[in-house]
């Protein structure tokens, strides 16, 4: 089974800019590893902020976008707000309908 | 609305079973591909399963494959997972999601302990 890399943490000033990347030991992360991106407070229930590499669910705010970035899947947001602070995961499928989530970023606005 | 609501977790000893279910409304469940997707306790997210609408095509896990077995009944709009030889490892929220995962439930919590 593939692993899924993501950097464990990262920091961002309030209005700065930051990009999470994602990783796959199979080699380059492409679109058609349909990357997924969620967003997870404590004690909620993960949402979705970007499918298939790029587009936005309706509820995304517009500072966060995703994309491909060299080998990797990334999510990028700008201009980051206090209640932007919470674990990112990653998703890729493998083979079409198998799915490999990456370990989490922890993401603190400071 | 869509509410997904999953249930029939609980506490069970390792090597017992249990059979989650995931319940839909305000969701056409039976059209749409399906997953579960499970996170232990202060650990990250893990992929469990995917059946497909007609359940023609099933994935597992490499960590389930063997034990667990995902299905479903389209005329009561609703999902399972059938979980055997569990292990202490398998303690975690379990929710199920859409193919396209922009639906989640709150999750049904599974201890497996002795």
Redesign the interface.
């Known amino acids: 089974q593939a692993v899924v890399t993501q950097e464990p943490s990262l920091t961002v000033s309030p209005g700065g800019t930051v990009t999470l990347t994602c990783g796959s030991s199979t080699g380059a992360v492409t679109n058609g590893h349909y990357p997924y991106w969620f967003q997870q407070k404590p004690g909620q229930v993960p949402r979705t902020l970007i499918y298939d590499t790029s587009n936005k669910q309706s509820w995304t705010p517009a500072r966060f976008s995703g994309s491909l970035l060299g080998d990797k899947a990334a999510l990028t947001l700008s201009g980051a707000q206090p209640e932007d602070e919470a674990e990112y995961y990653c998703l890729l499928s493998y083979s079409g309908a198998r799915w490999v989530f990456g370990g989490g970023t922890k993401l603190t606005v400071l | 609305e869509v509410q997904l609501v999953e249930s029939g977790g609980g506490l069970v000893k390792p090597g017992g079973s249990l059979r989650l279910s995931c319940a839909a409304s305000g969701f056409t469940l039976s059209i749409y591909?399906m997953?579960w997707?499970r996170q232990a306790p202060g650990k990250?997210?893990?992929?469990v399963s995917?059946i497909?609408s007609t359940s023609n095509?099933i994935?597992y896990?490499?960590s389930v494959k063997g034990r667990f077995t995902i299905s479903r009944d389209n005329a009561k709009n609703s999902l399972y997972l059938q979980m055997n030889s569990l292990r202490a490892e398998d303690t975690a929220v379990y929710?199920c999601a859409p193919?396209?995962?922009?639906y989640?439930?709150?999750?049904t919590l599974v201890t497996v302990s002795s």
């Open positions: 591909n997953n997707v990250g997210l893990e992929w995917y497909s095509y994935h896990a490499d929710y193919r396209t995962f922009d989640w439930g709150q999750g």
